[in-house]
């Protein structure tokens, strides 16, 4: 049920969210997480690189123009309908971070932005597992994602106003990190940023790398 939620959900706000949503409004934290990510792969773990979540496509896209051999997935079809339209250059396919189609060891990298909060936190050592096991020794995680006091939402209404079902799962900070650790990575750096609108929720971005 919580796959067909999200997917149903972002095809419906798929428009909108790419037209108010651009990478430029990621402001330079992110972007700054991002470059990092891109300089790091590439003198330390070079290889092909999965953003999982990939909406429609912008940040697939920064990143490719970074140097890095980057494709996208999402569960959404009309988000990769809308990524491949928009930067007809990448590949991108309707795919499940819960169930990768890269190899074993196949990945220099792998991107997360923002995207497992819609994952029930039960489900979640299972999809690090999968980020560990596609990620060749030594490549890297740059997970994104939202924090807060073990909340667990259920939103009606998503981007413009548009009819949602997914789920949402803020999480505490130690715990995603605790998660990574038993999966089998090393958190390599983490940025903090408070959430303006809710003191007790808050943004996380946590770079990560498999032992190897």
């Known amino acids: 049920m ?5 997917r149903e959900s972002y095809d419906t706000v798929a428009d909108t969210y790419a037209e108010r949503y651009p990478a430029s409004r990621l402001g330079p934290l992110g972007h700054a997480m991002l470059r990092a990510f891109a300089e790091i792969v590439l003198a330390e773990s070079p290889g092909p690189v999965l953003d999982v979540g990939c909406g ?8 490719a123009g970074q140097g890095l051999d980057i494709r996208g997935i999402d569960l959404s079809p009309r988000m990769v309908e809308l990524a491949r339209a928009a930067h007809p250059e990448l590949r991108f396919a309707v795919g499940s971070m819960a169930a990768l189609d890269a190899g074993n060891g196949e990945l220099g990298g792998l991107l997360a932005h923002f995207v497992t909060q819609h ?7 299972a999809v690090f597992a999968g980020f560990h096991r596609t990620l060749a020794g030594g490549g890297h995680l740059l997970l994104g994602t939202h924090l807060g006091a073990d909340e667990h939402l259920r939103p009606e209404q998503g981007y413009g106003g548009h009819p949602v079902s997914y789920e949402w799962w803020l999480l505490p900070a130690d715990h995603i990190v605790g998660l990574l650790t038993a999966a089998g990575f090393e958190i390599r750096a983490r940025l903090d940023q408070p959430n303006p609108s809710h003191p007790d929720r808050s943004f996380a971005y946590l770079l990560a790398r498999k032992d190897g």
């Open 56 to 63: 429609p496509g912008a940040l697939t896209a920064e990143l």
């Open 119 to 125: 994952t029930p936190p039960d489900q979640l050592p």
């Open 2 to 6: 919580t796959e067909s939620a999200v």
